[in-house]
C-alpha cells in the first residue's frame, strides 16, 4: 500500500489516515490520496508482481489504503478462504450481436463471496479497521470477529434478508428507506466515535475497494483500457471510483488506451442523477425511491455531483430506465449470457440496450457491462415473466401440449 494521507475533495485540505470523512473546513467529502509515482520506474516488474499475486483483489495492494489482511478473511469479510475479486470477464457475442454493437464484455461481480460487488468495499474496509491503519479506536471495533450490526431498510428483499442473517451478525430492520438508515448510522457515528461504520467513518476506504473492479478489467482485457463502460449508480461511488482506476493506471503508464466512456444507470423510479444530469445541473435534488431495484435505490445520493461531472468529462450519459425495462434487461441478459443477476444487473443491461438503440455507441467500441448482483437475491422480479407447459407423465401428453411430433 502507498497510500499517504486523506484529502478533501472540495478543498484540498489533508488529514491523516484515520476514521474520518468529512473536511472540517469545508464539509467537503475526503479521499484516500496514494503517493506511487515511484512504481513507474519498473512497469514490467510491477505487471509480473501483479500477475503472479492472489487471486483476489489482494493483487492490488500497492493501490489499496491497506494492505491484504494476513491469513484467511475476516469472518465478516466473506466465507473464509473465498476472498473477493478476481470475477470473470466474459466476451458476449450473442448480446453484443442482440443488441447489434461489435464487442461486449460481461463483468459478473455476482461471482463474489456473498454474491455481489459489495465483497469488494466491504473487504477493504474492514482491513482497514482491522490492521489499526485508522486511528486506534477503530481498531478496536468492528475488526477481528468482534460484534457487528448490519442495518437494512424494512423491505429488502427476503433472500437478501436471509442470506445476511444467515452470517450470524446483528441485524437491525430500520423502519425507513436507504436514506433513512444512512441517516440514521450518521447520528450513531457522531455518538460512538469508537465504532467503525463501513458506509460513514470508513467510507474514503471502503470506496476504493470499488477501484478494483476497473483494474482486473484492464489486465483482463490485456493491459488496456475498454472503450466504454456501463455501471451502476446507488450512491455514486462505484461508478466514479471505477473511472479513478483506470485513470491512476493511464497515469502510472502501466495501461494503454484512451479514457473510457462512462454510462451511468439508474431505475426511473430512483433516478436523481439521471435526472440532474439530463436537467444539465450539477447537483441532485433527493427523490423518494421507488423501484424493484433496491440496491440501487439511494434517493440522496453522497456522490451524485461528481457522477455527473464524470458523464460529461468521459463523454458517457447517464440514464435511467422503468422497471419493466430492468425485468427485460434481467431477461435479455438471462438468455444471451447464461447470467442471471439481479435487478441492478437488469439495469445496467436495460441502459446499454437503450444506448445501442439510441446509437450512441460507436461501431468499433469494446464495451464492458458491469453485472453487480446475483439474480437468486431478487426473484421476485421475474415471477411471471414465462410460460411453461403442465403435463402428464406420457409421451402423448407431451407431445399434444408441446405440439412437436416425431
Ligand atoms: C451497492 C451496489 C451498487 C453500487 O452502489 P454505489 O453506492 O453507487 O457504489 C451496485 N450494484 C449493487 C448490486 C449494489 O449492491
Ligand atoms: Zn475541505
Request: aromatic share 8%; proline share 6%; charged share 20%.
Amino acid at each position: 500500500m502507498a497510500a499517504s494521507q486523506l484529502i478533501c475533495r472540495e478543498c484540498g485540505a489533508d488529514y491523516p489516515l484515520e476514521a474520518r470523512y468529512v473536511c472540517n473546513r469545508c464539509f467537503g467529502p475526503l479521499e484516500v490520496k496514494y503517493t506511487n509515482g515511484h512504481l513507474k520506474a519498473d512497469l514490467p516488474e510491477l505487471r509480473r508482481r501483479i500477475q503472479s499475486g492472489p487471486q483476489n483483489i489482494w493483487r492490488y495492494a500497492d493501490f489499496l489504503p491497506v494492505d491484504a489482511p494476513p491469513g484467511p478473511s475476516t469472518r465478516a469479510t466473506s466465507r473464509a478462504g473465498l476472498p473477493a475479486g478476481c470475477t470473470p470477464l466474459v466476451k458476449a457475442d450473442r448480446l453484443a450481436e442482440r443488441l447489434g454493437l461489435r464487442e461486449v464484455w460481461v463483468k459478473n461481480d455476482a461471482a463474489n463471496p456473498t454474491h455481489s460487488f459489495k465483497d469488494r468495499v466491504v473487504a477493504v474496509a474492514l482491513a482497514c479497521a482491522s490492521t489499526g491503519n485508522l486511528a486506534n479506536a477503530v481498531a478496536a471495533a468492528a475488526a477481528l470477529g468482534a460484534d457487528s450490526y448490519v442495518f437494512i431498510p424494512a423491505d429488502p428483499e427476503e433472500q437478501k434478508i436471509l442470506a445476511t442473517g444467515v452470517y450470524g451478525t446483528n441485524l437491525v430492520k430500520v423502519k425507513g428507506n436507504y436514506d433513512d438508515v444512512n441517516r440514521l448510522c450518521t447520528e450513531l457515528s457522531g455518538e460512538h466515535e469508537s465504532w467503525a461504520f463501513v458506509n460513514v467513518n470508513l467510507r474514503p476506504y471502503y470506496a476504493e475497494g470499488s477501484k478494483t473492479l476497473a483494474y482486473e478489467i484492464a489486465e483482463q482485457l490485456g493491459w488496456r483500457t475498454p472503450d466504454r463502460v456501463v455501471a451502476p449508480i446507488a450512491s455514486g461511488s462505484l461508478y466514479t471510483k471505477v473511472a479513478k482506476g483506470f485513470e491512476e493506471w493511464s497515469e502510472l503508464g502501466l495501461i494503454t488506451g484512451d479514457q473510457p466512456a462512462f454510462n451511468g444507470a439508474q431505475a426511473v423510479g430512483c433516478s436523481p442523477v439521471a435526472q440532474a444530469y439530463a436537467a444539465g445541473h450539477d447537483v441532485c435534488r433527493p427523490v423518494k425511491p421507488d423501484t424493484i431495484a433496491k440496491s440501487l435505490a439511494i434517493g440522496n445520493p453522497a456522490d451524485g455531483p461528481y457522477a455527473i461531472e464524470l458523464a460529461k468529462r468521459s463523454g458517457g450519459s447517464i440514464d435511467a430506465v422503468t422497471d419493466d425495462e430492468i425485468v427485460e434487461g434481467i431477461r435479455l441478459l438471462a438468455e444471451t449470457t447464461g447470467i442471471f443477476t439481479e435487478t441492478a444487473g437488469g439495469t445496467t443491461t436495460a441502459t446499454l440496450a437503450k444506448l445501442a438503440a439510441r446509437g450512441d455507441i460507436g461501431a468499433d467500441e469494446r464495451v464492458v457491462l458491469l453485472i453487480t448482483g446475483e439474480g437468486l437475491k431478487t426473484l421476485d422480479a421475474v415471477r411471471g415473466t414465462f410460460e411453461s407447459y403442465e403435463i402428464e407423465p406420457s409421451y402423448a401428453a407431451f407431445e399434444s401440449a408441446v405440439g412437436v411430433t416425431a
